[in-house]
C-alpha cells in the first residue's frame, strides 16, 4: 500500500484512541464501557498496523525510536480500562495519557536524534 494510507490510518486511528480515552476520562460510567473498550482497543491495533506499515513502506527496519513509541503505544492504549478500572486516580492517568502523547509526538519530529 501506499505511504499515504498508512500515514493517515495512523493518525486517524491516533486521534480517535485519544478522544475515546478522554472521554472515559470525563465520564467513567460503567454503562459505556463495553463500547468505549471495544473502540479503543480497535483504534489502537488499527494505529499498530499504520505505524508498522511506514516503518515496512520507508524500510526503516527497526530503528531505536520504536521502542520509544511502542512504550508510548501501549501506555495510552491502557488509560480508557484505567480510567475505569480505577477512577480515584483519574489526575494521574490524565497526566501518564498526555506524557505518552507528548513524547510520542516528539519523538517523530527528533526520531533523527535517537539513532
Not at 520504536?66 to 483519574?90: D, N, Q
Request: charged share 15%; net charge positive.
Amino acid at each position: 500500500m501506499k505511504l499515504q494510507i498508512y500515514q493517515i490510518l495512523h493518525v486517524a486511528s491516533m486521534v480517535v484512541l485519544t478522544a475515546f480515552t478522554f472521554m472515559a476520562f470525563a465520564n467513567p460510567d460503567p454503562k459505556g464501557k463495553k463500547k468505549t473498550m471495544m473502540i479503543t482497543g480497535m483504534m489502537s491495533l488499527l494505529m499498530l498496523i499504520g505505524g508498522f506499515g511506514m516503518l515496512a513502506v520507508l524500510k526503516y527496519g527497526f530503528p531505536a525510536w520504536v521502542f520509544l513509541k511502542i512504550v508510548c503505544w501501549l501506555g495510552l492504549s491502557g488509560m480508557a480500562g484505567m480510567a475505569y478500572r480505577k477512577p480515584e486516580k483519574m489526575g494521574t492517568w490524565k497526566f501518564m495519557s498526555l506524557a505518552f502523547l507528548l513524547v510520542a509526538i516528539l519523538t517523530v519530529y527528533l526520531k533523527s536524534s535517537f539513532e
